[in-house]
């Protein structure tokens, strides 16, 4: 018996350092997958003259939108100044627009504007084919388990970067 209880321990204690060496793993994993798709910003926003901050904003509204300066400012956790000179800049490139907001006109909002939308597209086409073709190697069940780990993983970077902000 004492043997069957070893062997059954060891088992046990083994299964846990497997388990932190994946949970080790994963989360290196998606530190260099942040830096690639960093780096993979910077190169797409130098192709059409915009700021990582810009395009991070660019995508907000175009996510998002239209919203209120200070709405943005409040998502993309900028300060108001701050975020009126990177919505100059994005709309000085014809990349957004701002209109008086329909319900209230005496506010604005911020749009995106789709005409240059296939530029930003055809600079992704590469990360997009083959972000296709991984996914295209998964059965819909394993597919259905990433998106439930990248989902939550998000609202995980959302909640640690509201506690950030509240602090």
């Avoid at 083994?14 to 388990?19: A, C, E, T």
């Avoid at 000085?92 to 005496?106: F, L, N, S």
């Avoid at 939308?117 to 059965?139: F, H, K, P, V, W």
Wanted: hydrophobic letters at 40%; charged letters at 25%.
């Amino acid at each position: 018996m004492s043997n069957y209880m070893e062997t059954q321990s060891s088992d046990h204690a083994g299964g846990r350092r497997d388990r932190r060496r994946l949970s080790a793993a994963i989360k290196q994993s998606l530190r260099a997958l942040r830096m690639q798709l960093s780096f993979l910003n910077l190169r797409v926003g130098a192709c059409v003259d915009l700021k990582d901050v810009d395009l991070d904003c660019l995508d907000l509204i175009a996510s998002h939108g239209p919203l209120s300066p200070s709405a943005l400012a409040r998502r993309a956790g900028l300060h108001p100044a701050t975020m009126t000179g990177v919505l100059d800049r994005l709309e000085q490139g014809g990349w957004v627009a701002r209109e008086r907001d329909p319900i209230d006109r005496r506010a604005v909002v911020v749009r995106a504007r789709h005409e240059r939308a296939a530029e930003l597209m055809r600079l992704y086409a590469g990360m997009n084919t083959s972000m296709d073709q991984i996914c295209a190697g998964y059965s819909d069940a394993e597919l259905e388990v990433i998106a439930d780990f990248l989902g939550r993983t998000t609202n995980a970077g959302r909640s640690a970067t509201d506690a950030l902000a509240g602090a």
